[in-house]
């Protein structure tokens, strides 16, 4: 199947998520970590501000979007002819590399985050429009609380090295979750802004104006 426009088309659909044919996934069910979608965060360093959210995936429950998603960083790799360390891709097993960090032990983090403000829905799939809405978008979307996301994987090779990255485009909340506390994940290991550039985009058409499933 192609895609007609912009609406994304269904490639498979697994536990924990889909996988879209032109290369984008929805995970589904996601603990939000440092959701920064009301406005762009440069982060401790001043760089340059982008939205951004860190998720957290349960090896279990999100099994098969997991296994898709390494799938897909493999078949990048072999494309590009390069290895990518485990400590350059967007999606990180907590186990071991927050080790540190209770809420990521037994999860896989991913992390995204755009230039271009992702597209924002309610619980009942309503966009939020960030003129009018920006009360409920500070309320519904902190830390703890259940998410799903649309991201976009690309690879980067410049200046900044090897890494394959993936944008935002699109967080619907789910539900209420339980708010993290000051022992939450620590998102500036995430993104590393001294080797991550989101200049580019693989696979996709940039922007966050896609037609998206009404179960996203």
């Known amino acids: 199947m192609a895609e007609k426009g912009n609406k994304l088309v269904v490639d498979k659909r697994v536990k924990g998520g889909v996988r879209y044919t032109n290369g984008m996934f929805r995970i589904d069910r996601v603990v939000a970590s440092y959701p920064h979608l009301d406005k762009p ?19 279990t429950e999100h099994a098969g979007i997991i296994d898709l998603i390494r799938e897909d960083l493999k078949r990048i790799m072999g ?8 400590d350059k891709l967007y999606l990180k097993d907590g186990d071991k590399y927050f080790e540190d960090k209770e809420e990521c032990q037994g ?6 985050r755009e230039t271009t403000r992702p597209t924002l829905r309610d619980a009942s799939g309503n966009k939020l429009d960030p003129k009018d809405d920006m009360d409920e978008i500070q309320e519904l979307f902190y830390g703890g609380a259940i998410v799903s996301l649309v991201v976009n994987p690309w690879y980067q090779d410049n200046k900044f090295g090897k890494r394959i990255n993936a944008n935002l485009r699109a967080v619907r909340f ?32 940039g922007g966050s104006d896609f037609e998206y499933d009404d179960d996203i």
């Open 41 to 59: 965060y440069a982060g401790e360093d001043g760089g340059e501000p982008k939205f951004s959210i860190v998720g957290l995936l349960d090896k």
């Open 79 to 86: 494309e590009k002819k390069v290895k990518v360390s485990a």
């Open 107 to 112: 999860r896989y983090v991913l992390s995204a």
């Open 174 to 205: 789910v539900e209420d979750g339980t708010p993290f506390g000051e022992g939450r994940v620590d998102d500036d290991d995430a993104w590393d802004d001294d080797d991550y550039d989101n200049s580019g985009s693989s696979g996709g058409k």
